[in-house]
């Protein structure tokens, strides 16, 4: 069973618009969530993260929204860059029970940003 | 300087076949862990071990065992290879134990083609 899923394989932008991509859990126990964005042929590289405290998290171009009530957080990318273009990856952390820390992985969202 | 490395870059073998992946990171993490990317692309932790001492064992085929000689090095070893064992292997590493809010840190990964 998917706890963490991303509903959109893929989104495609213009360059300079704002991306948005989207992510729900379905486990409220989760704490932390993060956003990975990943290169072909590479691995996953952080991007941003928020605390299930907060509702809000912003790191330049990148801000995160988290609500709880919904389940729902999204990244908003504000200017788009061509250089953007990758899959994101959602995470939850599961920090309870026998496996403490294990982040839980949506299947990716594969954007491209058009100049 | 790559900070997370992973040898082989890929890997094709024959089903009943025993082999290796080696992982060695650089930034002084304390945590160390393998992720294995399925054909549906979901990331999903297979160990973790913090400090050489194994702190994650999700539901894995006792054919995988990790190696952890010292905190900078994490191997996979896998025996008798299946067809279904074909997938991406990612090695990853945080400064702290996944109960903290420590990023990972992701290698390129390492494809394996079990034929």
């Known amino acids: 069973d998917q706890q963490v899923k991303q509903n959109s394989p893929s989104l495609s932008v213009q360059e300079g618009r704002i991306s948005i991509l989207n992510c729900d859990y379905t486990n409220s126990m989760f704490d932390y969530f993060l956003w990975y964005k990943k290169y072909p042929a590479e691995g996953p590289t952080f991007l941003i993260s928020?605390?299930?405290?907060?509702d809000k998290n912003e790191d330049g171009r990148f801000t995160v929204f988290l609500n709880k009530s919904a389940k729902h957080l999204s990244l908003h990318i504000v200017p788009s860059q061509p250089g953007d273009s990758a899959v994101y990856f959602c995470a939850a952390r599961k920090n309870y029970g026998g496996s403490q820390g294990n982040l839980i992985f949506g299947k990716g969202t594969k954007l491209s940003v058009k100049p | 300087d790559t900070a997370v490395s992973q040898t082989p870059k890929y890997l094709v073998t024959q089903m009943g076949n025993d082999k290796s992946i080696k992982c060695e990171q650089n930034l002084g993490h304390d945590t160390m862990y393998w992720y294995k990317q399925d054909s549906k692309k979901f990331l999903k932790i297979m160990f973790s071990y913090n400090n050489k001492e194994l702190i994650i064992n999700e539901t894995v085929p006792n054919r995988f065992s990790p190696k952890s000689p010292d905190k900078a090095h994490l191997n996979l070893h896998i025996n008798s290879l299946e067809l279904g064992d074909s997938a991406v292997y990612f090695c990853a590493s945080s400064r702290r134990a996944p109960a903290y809010n420590s990023p990972l840190h992701f290698g390129n990964g390492t494809r394996l083609t079990v034929t």
């Open positions: 928020i605390s299930s405290i907060k």
